[in-house]
């Protein structure tokens, strides 16, 4: 599949080929940007940690997470079992002597809803336990006091951490509109937390 993707994008423009490669490439911009944070979460995550402006309720955030990884897990097994279903009937476009764009792409598609599942039940799975949570203050007192009674009590890390940061508080506060954040502001943001601009762009407009 990946050698017939590489000879699609290396056909010479203007031939067929090159517009399936063209068309497959504008069918991957239209994929959420939900799912792909979704897919990015495999099996082996132990620990989720999220920084946000520390005027915002840590109950709030934690919801939001949850609500997050619920409605993941619903849509992506709805759509899982409904791209599945297809590809039998896609399949059948094979008897034509062009490339069978429909069948690798439901294929792809089951297959990304599949992760997006995953990632979903594991995120709420982390987020659920409550007894595995903490939140992380600037005060060097309650750090040192969360860390000697998790020793007390034996127990591991968090399964999720939640983070208030003045900073980003300070930074988030500049923005006068309404519409959100400015494209500078996202800038900064990325620049202080190492992120790709480029990525974060696209959650923008994203509705989870």
Not at 49 to 56: A, D, N, Q, R
């Amino acid at each position: 599949m990946n050698n017939g993707w590489v000879t699609l994008e290396n056909a010479p423009d203007g031939s067929f080929k090159k517009k399936i490669h063209g068309l497959g490439l504008w069918l991957l911009s239209r994929v959420k940007p939900s799912e792909i944070f979704l897919k990015s979460i495999s099996k082996d995550v132990t620990g989720v940690e999220v920084v946000y402006p520390s005027s915002m309720n840590a109950r709030l955030v934690r919801r939001r997470l949850r609500h997050i990884a619920m409605r993941g897990t619903i849509i992506h097994r709805k759509f899982f079992y409904g791209s599945v279903s297809l590809i039998p009937l896609s399949s059948a476009f094979s008897i034509l002597p062009l490339p069978n764009v429909p069948f690798f792409w439901i294929l792809f598609r089951s297959y990304s809803h599949w992760r997006a599942l995953q990632g979903s039940e594991k995120l709420f799975q982390l987020v659920s336990d409550g007894s595995q949570s903490s939140n992380t203050y600037s005060g060097k007192k309650e750090t040192e006091h969360e860390d000697s009674e998790n020793e007390s009590l034996g127990l591991d890390e968090p399964h999720w951490v939640l983070t208030p940061s003045k900073e980003l508080e300070n930074i988030v506060r500049q923005e006068d509109g309404n519409d959100g954040l400015s494209r500078g502001t996202i800038e900064e943001i990325c620049k202080i937390y190492d992120l790709n601009t480029q990525d974060v762009v696209k959650y923008e407009k994203s509705t989870f």
